[in-house]
């Protein structure tokens, strides 16, 4: 196939084989001489051998720091259309989306097992703090509530004007548990009901001061009034004996009598087992002869069972109620 020529002939210089696409000559003479110039070329005819080429129209220059526009219908083009943004960029969000390695099974367990372990310390921590809220502040709500009500019992039961020359009961006339004195520490401020027995759950957690069981009672004409509590927790009624010193009184009122005592001495530590401080003339005190005495006992150190601390007093005073409150009490 032989490519088209345009009118008028060959050019010189040319043979009829050399024409593929058609070239118009290059005007001569001066440019405004030439109107045609302006004239669009004709565009030329192709056949098979010829090659299409797309032409791109000519952009304005891009001002100073512009970001270089990609021609339509470039790949760029395409990026931006799918949500792509610049090369890589897609590839480099895709990656920071990525979720992050899965955890090894053995760190897994170890993840799992500490965190097992830590939850448990928390739990039991949490528990020893109740613990603790409870036996120092809980328990002593509970015993003072309890001993407020015991005492008023025994002040209502006595009430009851009682039959001259009546005595108080001998020691073991009372159930395990059950009230019949009141104790007063007047440079303490303390009142307390004195119970007897001094069982845990039936005395001493309730609040109460305990009676020696087989110890003597105060209206006895010899003996040892022997009695103790708590020094902590559950009311803590003998917290404090510790400050008291010898010439301080104590007294204990019972339905017809008071009874005065005055301290004399004591011991700052002796073993739980140590049971002669609570003998008729307890071992350890000032007193070598037959009497009676009351003695005080409560644990020592302070949150401690390890040992006792005890109080020794002689009676100095014995007060029937109808004739009022011994001046112990009333400060006269």
Not at 103 to 120: D, F, I, K, Q, Y
Not at 220 to 235: I, S, Y
């Amino acid at each position: 196939m032989t490519a088209v020529r345009p009118e008028g002939g060959a050019q010189p210089g040319r043979g009829a084989d050399d024409w593929g696409v058609y070239q118009p000559a290059p005007p001569t003479g001066p440019a405004e001489d030439r109107p045609e110039a302006a004239v669009q070329a004709p565009q030329p005819v192709l056949d098979d051998r010829t090659v299409q080429l797309r032409v791109v129209p000519e952009q304005a220059p891009a001002p100073a720091g512009a970001e270089p526009q990609a021609a339509p219908g470039g790949r760029a083009e395409r990026r931006r259309a799918g949500g792509l943004g610049a090369p890589g960029t897609g590839r480099r969000r895709a990656a920071g989306r990525q979720a992050a390695p899965l955890p090894r099974p053995r760190e897994r367990r170890r993840v799992v097992v500490a965190r097992t372990v830590g939850e448990v310390f928390i739990t039991l921590g949490l528990v020893m703090l109740l613990f603790v809220a409870y036996q120092l502040w809980w328990t002593n709500v509970q015993a003072d509530a309890s001993a407020d009500a015991a005492g008023h019992r025994l002040e209502q039961q006595w009430s009851t004007p009682q039959p001259s020359g009546a005595a108080t009961p001998p020691a073991g006339a009372f159930e395990p548990g059950q009230g019949f004195a009141l104790l007063y520490i007047p440079r303490l401020g303390l009142k307390y009901p004195v119970a007897e027995g001094t069982g845990k759950q039936q005395v001493l957690d309730k609040g109460l001061v305990g009676h020696y069981t087989g110890t003597a009672m105060p209206a006895d004409r010899a003996g040892n009034f022997a009695v103790a509590a708590h020094r902590t927790t559950h009311g803590q009624p003998f917290r404090k004996i510790g400050q008291l010193k010898p010439g301080d009184t104590i007294v204990v009122e019972t339905a017809t009598t008071y009874y005065t005592y005055q301290v004399a001495g004591g011991i700052p530590e002796t073993p739980p087992g140590n049971v002669g401080v609570i003998q008729a003339v307890p071992k350890g005190s000032p007193f070598t002869q037959p009497g009676r005495y009351i003695t005080l006992t409560t644990c020592t150190p302070e949150f401690s069972a390890r040992g006792r601390l005890i109080v020794f007093g002689r009676m100095v005073d014995e007060r029937p109620r109808s004739q009022g409150k011994p001046a112990a009490l009333t400060g006269q």
